[in-house]
């Protein structure tokens, strides 16, 4: 692994802080970001631009140029699949408007998920797991966790395997939008629609040639080549796909939690050559100088 540098920048455009599922506050994420020599960084958490202000006065003081971001959640032939938006306007008010659903989805399926589940007579099932969420929308391991502490199962893994594991009451899919939709949200907001970390889908090659056609033709833009994670043959499989449908290259870490060295700010594969970075199409290109 190594830490990508063009020109002496390191670029990291994909990362989560406590304003979704992330462990670092906004400011602490850009501080151990600037300390491991991160010069542009994007914050994308799911769902939600809550985290931006205050990882912008924070990039300030560290000299890091924060880069507007989010992770989206939306379907795709009933697979969720992720979509990082890139340099938008943060005040654009449809796409404010469209997280403010998102949430709203993010609850509307916790609660399907203990409707499901109600014959295990856990009273205020939801909102234990909103406790076990640190207040956040639950998911199914926090669901898992109470079902542990109510004594309905001896583990997590026996309430997935009962009652919230795939195919099971529990297993409830996101109330997404379609990809083409929130394809659109970024790019109206004048943003720049990245198909985050392509091979985390599970998709066959096919499959995922497809997912990247259907994206492009709805207005994306770019896709992750590099992310944490991958190997080096995934590596030159995003970058033929990159190459193929003509679209731009991202990277970012995708980090969560600091003592995960698999998944560091800044510690990304480099990027095979020949690609295009999606970074010299942001409205204040990073690393191409002006004609003199
Ligand atoms: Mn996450
Ligand atoms: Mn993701
Ligand atoms: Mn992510």
Known sequence: MTITQEAGFCIDLHCHSTASDGALSPEDLVRRAGERGVTHLALTDHDTIAGLKEAGTAAQATGISLVAGTELSCLWRSHTIHIVGLDFDVADKDLNAALERQND?????????AEKLSKLRIDHLVEKATGKAGGDVPGRPHFARVLVEEGAVKDSAQAFKRYLGSGKAGDVKGFWPSLEEVVQWVTRAGGIAVLAHPRKYKLTATKLRALTGDFRQAGGRAIEVSTSGQSS???????????????????????HFPGAPWCELGSIMKMPDGLEPVWHHFRQPVGIHPAV
Not at 105 to 113: E, F, G, V
Not at 233 to 255: K, T, W
């Open 105 to 113: 989805n993010r609850w509307r399926r916790a609660r399907t998920i």
């Open 233 to 255: 043959g995934d590596l030159g499989f995003l970058a033929e796909l990159c190459r193929r449908e003509n679209l731009l290259a991202s990277q970012g870490s995708d980090f």
